[in-house]
């Protein structure tokens, strides 16, 4: 089968973003005047809930009953304030593509290969993002975005999967998708895609059992990624010709392992 198109996720995978997303989270909950603190390891566990706004009551109901009555109608607007200083966050600070990410994009658009996005995040966010690290015309170089609420379920569901493959018009053998937790994972093989996992900080202990592929990065030819387990890729790098060689096995070997030599 052809590789039509790659479907990226955003937070974690293009790039390290949550650590913006938990600073963004906590201002504005200082703003709204809930003494609430997300600490990193709070945080890892939190994670597990996709979303902000269903992350957010999901803490009310665990860790915050006695907040729950009076915040639970006030968490559109503390998200909507999150939303704007995360904006702010990503403009100002020192964000950058995971390696190997803007090179992979590059190379995808002299390929006839598309680019799509499903993400849990907000469209404002992913636009945000990929101004900051691609410039103004870095959002027009993804055909199809499914942000947010768009899916009518989060990932682990597929949902923003289906309706991502369902606008690029093609099935899910002809598409790979790029993803950096169990969640994402889960979301995009229940879609019917082959994963690539890249783990990232908060992710590094997920369960990536349901990718055809675990590597550390993407990899870069001066700097070749690890290998972790299932496909591995030539020289550390995973390249469009390599992507390519891969859709069209339809399946990984036994072992999971190509011979590449
Ligand atoms: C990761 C998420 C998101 C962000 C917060 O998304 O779970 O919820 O942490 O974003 P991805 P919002 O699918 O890109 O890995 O506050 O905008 O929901
Ligand atoms: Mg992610």
Redesign the pocket.
Known sequence: MKLQALIF?????LAE??EF?RAA?NQAFARVGFNWNWDRELYKEL?K???????ILHYLRQFRPEDLDRAEPQIAHI?RL??QI?GEIIQQGPVELRPGVSRLIAEVQSSGVRLAI?????LN?VHALLERTLGAPGIELFQIIVA?DEAPA??PSPD?FEIALKRLNISSSECIAL???A??VMAAQSAGLKVIATPGIYTADDNFAGASSVISDLGEPHRPHQHISGWDWPQGVVTVAALQERASQGRAGPDGRADWA
């Open positions: 996720d955003v937070d974690g995978t973003t949550e997303h989270f994670l809930v996709t979303g902000g706004k269903e992350r998200h999150k939303t995360y499903a993400t849990t995040t907000s966010n947010g989060k990932k923003a993803e950096d937790s969640n994402g």
